[in-house]
């Protein structure tokens, strides 16, 4: 190979010179280790999340001019930037310099919860912007549609960016139905304000800064000339592994290809990259052909579609969408099927990079190009240093998975798409877990051709993705109805054929054969319905398709989540200078905007740092009978390998005197339990060297991961739990019906958008060491690193900055993740960087627990509920972790709103072999929840009465009520929050639309469903309830305030800021909250129970008011002095500027003797109804609209407030409909990333989604009046289920089934469409199959 080229671009405007640029070397990993940019941050490292994206520009010299896109830095190799402009984050503009209206809006409009998701939000819209300064509300779906956010809810990141938009009539967008804006449809209040102290701004909109283009980085012009006196030369770069050769010229590939046929070719690095990344995959020499201008070309012939291999999908769909206007209706069929599945086809960013060759050429039936291509008709031209030829694209050309029928030296050169006739119908359909941003499980490409003026087939094709390891076509199906006219027989029969050419093997990848099956033959239906459309619409069909039918055919809109927020404002009387009760923006918002904002991995590496990397067991049961780390040790960079041995201390964690090991030392409890670590110089060293540590096992017996496996082995923690009131036994033997059922829940994955992690520094003195730390608790991370290392507390400090998110993922493990950082960080002298990669991440941490509850439940006809009897079974993995609390909150909630006289409620903890499951917000309280939920609504199937009337009968109404633990409390705001949110969401109104559309619709069904919530407040161990805080105020009058809280997003400490401001009566600006620290407050309590800002913020006051009596002499001597005289006179009259607070708080607990007690501080209530549409032949759902209304007190700040339940009830969303963790019959965790788990995109969000603080509420005892309110409104997406619940009963009812029929959560598109049983789902026989061919199990 010819000698390393000079990699040249620029970073932010200036420019870089890499004259040994690594081709292994990723844009993020080069922007944060390299040049010390971490504003763009690590989520996934697959191109899943977009917290990694950046802006890249490049000159065209074809078109002359500069284009701009946004990319996955995590995929974008930095060899493939040469001659490119990359804008980060911290390019786009700052605190010290200027905010860019972006970065200010999207702070301003509190859509910035952590953080984490912001500067990929940022540079996503800012992308767009500068391709589009007016952007539609269409534009800003589509550029936001590859970025997730685990903690907003995305609507307040929409209102910030649709500022941007054309100025319009006050119009949302989303186009006009029935001749009215979305704004003003049936039911919608949004524009409605009843009372004139509601309001319904969260922030002004009027002081926003202006966009001004010119303002922004110029495209350097070293970089136009370079690209205008284009060199042709190739460039090679050579790393530490693996060389890549970048050719400009066509032939010099197919040379290259000729010379070195087994090497990789990239272009757009979306497939390789992930594997190489992800999966271990090792390439030495690598060709990149993004240079080749052949290969990018697109033009229009007289056939159709000429698109070089190496175009981007984005590029293909822009050339389409343009085209296809002028095009006439008939020729542009095939050019609009493949539009409607590029929409949906990954994020922006990845069509930016990813190429329609490299879709087509990575062979997998999951993508899905091929299908849709195929049914085209479509060519490919081929070509090598020999020749060119052309090839029909058809399942031939994929004679395998991951094959393609290529000779290894040959290349796609391009690919034609052509015109389709005027008597030939095509369509393209898919079906993912997540309509947007998700590989589809089963994807289809049809054509058929009319004879013209008749109903005869003259050819048919009909090609499936996801159906087998290959491209499928429906082989007997397309041959032999040939000649058929397109009527009802002909479905009939091609159903049949269907049924034998469709052969879903019950051990496909991916699982879910039945499904798969029956989704080819319903998009068949689909097709079929279609052409019968068009074709009576020409006056030639012999079917008339029932209009009930027809809404089948149109596939969902994809909105943009709008909505109303309301809140009560504060009383006239308030001075304006106090800022309590009022919409404050996030402390750090704008740091987060513009990428300032550090997290535990943005600090910048201590001299001498190393990194670790843990070895997991691969074992669910065995006993540990060897760890061999000596092939390790010989690996380049690997300084050491730590394992059980090496611990100092206890090699344990303690909690509540229950140990759990921090290294498995002899027996392996689960797949993914740590048994050592790898220590090396580097991350990837670390990484590689930790897959050749040797551990040798012996399997042991049992082995089993279910509840029910757990059951049948009797395999439970202690305590086990029982509450009771009335006579339950009694009551269940003279209630006029009986109901027995069970409710399984699935659990769910933090997915917190910042990975765990730790860094260990030692101070090599008296065994100091401090850890920068993502805990939300950071004072047991600092008792278990204590413990770990046999040293006091006093020596260990941890010190949080901010959490990328937490959701109760970052108490438990993460103190065991420090200690054993810490042990590497003594055992090598050096300071320690632990940092999980999203895939560990998952597979270490585990999270929510999947939960079972059986019941047995007497009522009476008219629906009231005498007796219930509960048994709640949690699957607790394989330590006990914070599993019998989570329990305990289960059953102390099982009552939710309803006053049943006799409730029994038992919690069970069942042990596994699963990773050990933790807290997630809402700590058990949605399981204990949901499964009362659908206890009413069961009942009310069974009595035949609308469910909204069921719950109303059975609620609690007196004053004073009694929990089934015999805590008092007041119904009254629980019942206003019900009756205000079946009033602002017209319930009685839609529900009889969703009846009227129902019977009006065969194959789309909807559902509307309301709950009431009552939910416990504060820890039920009464000695939690206890904050800290210290707050110092220095001479030049600023003041510092620390407590024991953590920011995770929440905004605690914005919230602790107008606390002090209000007491203090000095600005939010003069104070200033810089980390939590456990050196300033000691023993805090966990970040936790919805209770954090009780706790800190009563520290917080009591602190303040400590220091305003001493200053109170002084301002009553000098009532004209300002704040920072008062301070100067103070510091020289000796008075202490600095104070503690504590706030002790309410002594809770309950004895489980008697199961009574006073286990909350208090209870917040709401209230939530949501409206959904199913697709019964896809199992596809549409979130309609959602209207919560709930009481948290006095907001402290309604901002906050409003974002932790939006951001709450869309996580909710994700529970229980799309969120599903796959393990094997092994119990290996395969669901490791966001490929393959899906959380709520900005697809998920409901259309509508309102939000109504509770007016004239007051929580007196708590800190001014407010409520917590983190963890309730996750509960509330169980609305959604019960909705989707109810419009697949209406269906099943339709077709003369049961609407009695079992449905577990989550309520996937599997489970809908099989649910909605019909004829397509009875020709699909249940496969067959032994275990092993099992995919995944309900653990
Ligand atoms: C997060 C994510 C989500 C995605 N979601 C979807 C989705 O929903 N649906 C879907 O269909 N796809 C999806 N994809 C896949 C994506 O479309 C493909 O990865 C992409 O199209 C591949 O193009 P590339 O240029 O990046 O290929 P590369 O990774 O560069 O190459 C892929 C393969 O194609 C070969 N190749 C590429 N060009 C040529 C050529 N001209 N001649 C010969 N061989 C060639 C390469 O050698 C290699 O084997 C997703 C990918 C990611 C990362
Ligand atoms: S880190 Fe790049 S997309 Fe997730
Ligand atoms: S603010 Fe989006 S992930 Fe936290």
Sequence with gaps: MSSPSELIFFINGRKVVE??????????????????????????????????????????????????????????????????????????????????????????????????????????????????????????????????????????????????????????????????????????????????????????????????????????????????????APLYFQGERVRLVAPSE????????????????????????????????????????????????????????MVGAACSLSTLKEEMEKAVVEMEAEKARGYQALLQILQCLAGKQIRNMATIGGNLLSANPKYDLSSVLAALDCTLHVISKDGMRSVPLDEKFFPAFGKAALRPDEVLLSIDIPYTNSWEFVAAYRQAQRREFAFSFVNAGMKVAIREGTDIVESLKVYYGGVGSTLVKAEQTCQQLVCWSWREDFLSEACRLLNVDINVSPSIHGGR?????????????????????????????????????????????????????????????????????????????????????????????????????????????????????????????????????????????????????????????????????????????????????????????????????????ESFFEPKRKVERGDVDEALRTAEHILEDQLYMGGQEHFYMETQGVIAVPKGEHGEMDLFVASQHAAFTQEVVAMALGVDSNKITCHVKRLGGAFGGKVMKIASLSAITAVAARKTGRAVRCCLDRGDDMLITSGRHPFLGKYKVGYNSDGTIVAADITYYSNGGCTLDESPFIMEKAILHMDNGYKIPNLRGRGVVCKTYLPSYTAFRGFGGPQGLTV??????????????????????????????????????????????????????????????????????????????????????????????????????????????????????????TKAIQIASRVLQVPMSSIF?????????????????????????????????????????????????????????????????SATGFFMGPPTNVDWEKGEGQAYYYFTFGACCSEVEIDCLTGDHKNIRTDIVIDVGKSINPALDVGQVEGGFVQGVGLYTIEELQFSADGVLKTRGPTQYKIPALCDVPAELNVHLLANAENPGAIYLSKGIGEPPVFFGCTIFFAIKAAIAAARQERGLSAIFPLSSPATAEKIRMACQDQFTKMVSSPTGDSAAVWCIDV
Aim: glycine share 8%; hydrophobic share 35%.
């Design 1073 to 1137: 909250i810089k980390e939590t620290c456990t050196g300033n407050v000691p023993n805090a309590a966990p970040s936790a129970a919805s209770f954090g800002t009780d706790a800190v913020g009563m520290a917080v006051k009591d602190a303040c008011e400590k220091l305003m009596r001493r200053l109170q002499p002084l301002t009553e001597k000098n009532p004209q002095h300002t704040w920072k005289q008062q301070i100067t006179e103070a510091y020289f009259q000796k008075i202490s500027l």
């Design 513 to 713: 054969a039945e499904y798969r099956k029956t989704l080819a033959v319903s998009f068949f239906f689909k097709f079929y319905m279609q052409v019968v459309l068009e074709m009576t619409e020409r006056g030639v069909s012999g079917v008339a398709l029932p209009p009930e039918y027809l809404s089948a055919l149109k596939p969902f809109k994809n909105e943009v989540p709008q909505g109303q927020q309301s809140f009560q404002l504060v009383s006239e009387a308030q001075p304006c200078g106090d800022p309590v009760g009022r919409p404050s923006m996030h402390q750090s918002a704008f740091q987060q905007a513009t990428g300032e904002a550090k997290y535990y991995d943005d600090l910048p590496p201590v001299q001498g740092e190393l990194f670790i990397h843990m070895v997991t067991s691969l074992r669910a049961h065995a006993r540990i009978i060897n760890i061999d780390p000596s092939e390790v040790l010989n690996q380049p960079g690997v300084v050491a390998f730590v394992s059980a041995g090496d611990v100092p201390g206890a090699n344990r964690r303690l909690w509540f005197s229950h140990p759990e090991e921090l290294f498995a030392q002899e027996e392996a409890l689960c797949v993914g339990q740590i048994i050592g670590a790898v220590v090396a110089e580097t991350r990837e060293q670390a990484r590689r060297a930790a897959e050749k540590v040797q551990v040798t096992y012996q399997d042991l017996q049992p082995i089993f991961f279910t509840i029910e496996d757990a059951i049948k082995h």
């Design 19 to 232: 004259r040994n640029a690594d081709p292994e070397q990723m844009l993020l990993s080069f922007l944060r280790r390299r040049v010390g940019l971490t504003g763009t941050k690590y989520g996934c490292g697959g191109g899943g999340c977009g917290s990694c994206t950046v802006m890249v520009s490049r000159y065209d010299r074809n078109h002359e001019r500069v284009v701009h896109y946004a990319v996955n830095a995590c995929l974008q190799p930095i060899v493939a930037l040469h001659g490119a402009a990359v804008v980060t984050v911290e390019g786009v503009g700052s605190t010290d310099t200027k905010l860019h209206p972006v970065q200010e809006r999207i702070a301003k409009a509190h859509g910035s919860q952590c953080g984490f998701c912001t500067p990929g939000m940022v540079m996503s819209m800012y992308a767009l912007l500068r391709n589009k300064p007016q952007p539609t509300m269409e534009d800003i779906r589509e550029a936001l549609g590859g970025n997730l956010c685990r903690c907003t809810g995305y609507r307040p990141i929409i209102d910030g960016f649709k500022t941007f938009c054309e100025k319009s009539s006050g119009c949302c967008q989303n186009g006009r139905e029935e001749g009215r804006c979305c704004m003003e449809r049936k039911g919608s209040k949004m524009n409605h304000s009843e009372e004139n102290d509601i309001c319904h701004k969260l922030f002004p909109m009027d002081d926003f800064l202006p966009l001004d283009p010119s303002q922004d980085l110029i495209f350097p012009p070293e970089l136009m000339m370079m690209e205008k006196k284009f060199s042709a």
């Design 250 to 305: 066509l032939l010099h590939l197919l040379e290259l290809k000729a010379d070195h046929p087994s090497a990789a070719l990239i272009v757009g690095n979306t497939t390789i990259g992930p594997k190489m990344l992800l999966k271990g995959e090792f390439h030495p020499l690598v060709i990149y052909a993004g240079r080749i201008s052949e290969l990018g070309a697109v033009t229009w012939g007289k056939n159709g579609l």
């Design 932 to 1053: 009362m939920e659908s206890v009413l609504h069961e009942v009310a199937v069974r009595c035949g009465l609308p469910p909204e009337k069921v719950r109303e009968i059975n609620m609690y109404r007196e004053q004073q009520c009694y929990t089934h633990y015999k805590q008092p409390f007041c119904p009254t705001d629980m019942l206003r929050c019900w009756d205000e949110c079946l009033e602002k969401a017209s319930y009685q109104d839609r529900l009889r639309e969703v009846q009227l559309f129902n019977s009006s619709n065969r194959w789309r069904k909807r559902g509307i469903t309301a709950v009431p919530m009552k939910f416990g407040v504060g820890f039920s161990k009464g000695f939690y309830n206890q904050g800290a805080a210290l707050v110092n105020i220095f001479k030049d009058g600023s003041v510092l305030v620390s407590h024991g809280g953590t920011e995770m997003g929440q905004g605690i400490n």
